[in-house]
Nanobody, 115 residues
Framework: QVQLVESGGGSVQAGGSLRLSCAAS????????MGWYRQAPGKQRELVAR???????NYADSVKDRFTISRDNAKNTVYLQMNSLKPEDTAVYYC?????????WGQGTQVTVSP
């Protein structure tokens, strides 16, 4: 059974930084795409950033040049470095992974950015 375990959320002031981590646990699996989505109150879940197993990336326009996604394939872990945070970045951030052709989601971690 594959699980995604997230960490690193919290509260910061605008302009601050946070780093999210998401580790996939289980046995004998192959990870394709890993990424981060977020959902703010009253809004739909949206893509923040994702990275393929080959290293290609996609970012939401709203986070380009501020957020950076990276992966450590040996640790089955994806990271999201978030800099220059804005109040509008406040949301629950979810890790998402395609593993052995199945879709998995993490439990979500809250990020709150105060003005």
């Amino acid at each position: 059974q594959v699980q995604l375990v997230e960490s690193g959320g919290g509260s910061v002031q605008a302009g601050g930084s946070l780093r999210l981590s998401c580790a996939a646990s289980g046995n004998n699996f192959s990870i394709n795409t890993m990424g981060w989505y977020r959902q703010a109150p009253g809004k739909q879940r949206e893509l923040v950033a994702r990275m393929s197993s080959e290293g290609s990336t996609n970012y939401a326009d709203s986070v380009k040049d501020r957020f950076t996604i990276s992966r450590d394939n040996a640790k089955n872990t994806v990271y999201l470095q978030m800099n220059s945070l804005k109040p509008e970045d406040t949301a629950v951030y979810y890790c998402r992974a395609v593993i052995d052709s199945r879709l998995y989601w993490g439990q979500g971690t809250q990020v709150t950015v105060s003005p």
